[in-house]
């Protein structure tokens, strides 16, 4: 069976910071991987995917995120976020599963 | 091309009513999967539909069901509402095939209030 764990379920920040977010995934078999973003009201929107191949995976809005296979592990980066980046945050895994599997979410707070 | 449609974005219903909230999929796109997001229990899957057929479904009980129409457009239905029951409902369509690729693309969602 697939699951997703983040790490984190707030994270606040200031303006112009990094910021990382931290999913974690266990699957007895290869997966892809997705990092989705939910504004105030809205649906989620995709961020960036992992399906094979470089680790290092770059997404919209400046994101990127890295694979690593021995930890299991697909956490999100951002090197200077903004005030606008403040939403929930979903890491998601499927691969064979009838439905894609979401992890809790994390809620990125920007402060000024 | 339009985007992932629901219908209607907010609703106020009272306990024991029941509601239908609508899904237009992407043009193109076959399947058609509805979550429900509480602060609670986060992202649930509820069920998916794939050329009017039910192809997979979450733990959910019976009051909640759904269908397809031969244009891909899917209505949710849930009777005998519950004050538990208040919460965003999402819809996300997708072209089967590459689903596993490129994930689903996520309507707005339909906003339930139950009192």
């Known amino acids: 069976a697939q699951s997703v764990t983040q790490l984190d379920s707030q994270v606040p920040v200031f303006e112009e910071a990094p910021v990382e977010l931290r999913c974690n995934y266990s699957?007895?078999?290869?997966?892809?991987l997705f990092w989705y973003v939910q504004y105030p009201n809205q649906g989620l929107q995709l961020l960036l995917k992992y399906l094979s191949g470089s680790t290092l995976v770059k997404g919209i809005n400046g994101f990127e995120a890295e694979f690593n296979k021995s930890q299991t592990s697909f956490h999100l980066r951002k090197p200077s976020v903004h005030i606008s980046d403040t939403a929930e945050y979903f890491c998601a895994v499927t691969l064979g599963a009838p439905d894609m599997r979401f992890g809790a979410g994390t809620r990125l707070t920007v402060k000024p | 091309k339009a985007g992932v449609t629901q219908t209607p974005r907010y609703l106020i219903k009272t306990r024991g009513q029941q509601v239908t909230l609508s899904c237009s999929p992407i043009?193109?796109?076959?399947?058609v999967s509805w979550y429900q997001q509480t602060p609670g229990q986060g992202l649930q899957f509820l069920f998916e539909y794939f050329s009017e057929t039910q192809r997979n479904k979450g733990n959910f009980p019976g009051r909640f069901s759904g269908r397809q129409f031969s244009n891909s457009r899917s209505e949710m239905n849930v009777s005998t509402l519950e004050l538990g029951d208040s919460a965003l409902y999402l819809c996300?369509?997708?072209?089967?095939?590459?689903?596993?690729?490129?994930?689903?693309?996520f309507g707005s969602g339909t906003r339930l209030t139950v009192v």
């Open positions: 699957s007895s078999v290869s997966v892809y």
């Open positions: 043009s193109g796109h076959r399947s």
């Open positions: 996300a369509s997708s072209n089967t095939e590459m689903r596993n690729l490129y994930g689903y693309t």
